[in-house]
């Protein structure tokens, strides 16, 4: 198992892994719900729109696929980069996705799959990327690497890299 995410009403849990499957469980029973194949190779992350309608995909195949939650219809699909996709997420508004791959973050409009932009991080891949909860700001994390940028245009806000990042946690 690579990636884990709850539905917002914590119905539901989304497990994505080597089996290039998405499956989706039931919390209170842990009976699988559905299973979701689009991907070719591991899928690496998974989440939930703050709705809990639509569910996001990411795999080594280089695609995000957004999943039709109740169903598991395949909504619609955005091509990334070729050696994969490692995280997910959804804007607090549902509107957009945050992908991050082996050196860059690419943001995404849900409903066209069109690239609102992207920007490159260290050449390290990137291990999670989250939006403020008012969607104003986007933080993505590589391997000793942590940055801020304005969600709707990519400019940077601060970066920390090295042993400063590693400091902050202990």
Known sequence: VKGVAFSPDGQHLASAGDDERVRVWETATGNQVLTLCGHRG?????????????????????????????TGKEAISFRGQDRGICRVTFSPDGQQIASGDFDTVRVWEVATGNEI??????????????????????????????????????????????????????
């Open 117 to 170: 932009h992207s920007f490159k991080e260290e050449q390290a891949p990137v291990h999670a990327v989250a939006f403020t909860v008012d969607g104003r700001h986007l933080a993505a994390a590589t391997g000793s690497t942590l940055s801020l940028r304005e969600a709707a245009t990519g400019a940077g806000i601060w970066s920390v890299q090295g042993s400063s990042v590693l400091d902050g946690l202990a």
């Open 42 to 70: 591991t899928v690496w992350g998974v989440a939930f729109s703050p709705d809990g309608a639509r569910l996001a995909s990411a795999g080594s195949d280089g695609k995000v696929i957004v999943w039709e939650a109740g």
